[in-house]
Structures are given as structure tokens and as C-alpha cells.
Nanobody, 123 residues
Framework: QVQLVESGGGEVQAGASLRLSCAAS????????TGWYRQFPGEKRELVAA???????HFATSVRDRFTLSRERNKNTVYLQMNMLKPEDTAVYYC?????????????????WGQGTPVTVSS
């Protein structure tokens, strides 16, 4: 299994920055992709950004010029740096991992989610 713990959310004013952390434990060697999603009230979760095991990144168009991803492999932690935050970034942010289906990893679920961390941006 993989356990995910998010942190770093909070309340900030427009234009401020926040860094979200996603710390993974367990079968971390099976992680193929780590993604950050967000969910607005009453809506489905949407992908914000993702990073693959080889470092390839993807960003939603709405955040591409403001958010960055980084990671510390020795801590199994991925960071979402959010700059120039806007009120429309207000949401609950979730970390999610997709696992490889190779070798022993195939016995695990294909994905795992964290508990979410709220971000509120006031104007």
C-alpha cells in the first residue's frame, strides 16, 4: 500500500504563495506518477499538475505560469509551489499517485489519494 500525507494548505491573500507537500510512505517504489488535484465545492476533482517517475511534468493551463513542481526523492515528497494565487484557486487540494503495474506492484491498487488540504485565497 501507499500512504499519502498532504500539508501546507491555508488561508492567504491574492498574490501570495503557498507550498503544498505530499509525503508518501509504504510501497513508494511502485509510484509511477504523482499528481495534484483540486476540488471546488459541488464539482469533480480536476488535475492541477503531475510529475512522473522520470521527472516529466504536466500542468493545467490555468496554473502553468504560476505553479511549479519539485520533489525530494530521499523523502518521497513532492511539492506543489503555488505562486500569484488567485481567489479562483480556492479549493481542496489532493495528492494522488498512480502505481506501475509491473512486478510486485501489480498486487496493489492502481492509485491512492491523500486526505486533502484546503487552500483559501481571499481578494
Amino acid at each position: 500500500q501507499v500512504q499519502l500525507v498532504e500539508s501546507g494548505g491555508g488561508e492567504v491573500q491574492a498574490g501570495a504563495s503557498l507550498r503544498l507537500s505530499c509525503a508518501a510512505s509504504g510501497d513508494t517504489g511502485c509510484i509511477a506518477v504523482t499528481g495534484w488535484y483540486r476540488q471546488f465545492p459541488g464539482e469533480k476533482r480536476e488535475l492541477v499538475a503531475a510529475i512522473t517517475s522520470d521527472g516529466t511534468t504536466h500542468f493545467a493551463t490555468s496554473v502553468r505560469d504560476r505553479f511549479t513542481l519539485s520533489r525530494e526523492r530521499n523523502k518521497n515528497t513532492v511539492y506543489l509551489q503555488m505562486n500569484m494565487l488567485k481567489p479562483e484557486d480556492t479549493a481542496v487540494y489532493y495528492c494522488e499517485v498512480d502505481l506501475t503495474v509491473e512486478g510486485m506492484c501489480v498486487r496493489l491498487r492502481p492509485d491512492y489519494w491523500g486526505q486533502g488540504t484546503p487552500v483559501t485565497v481571499s481578494s
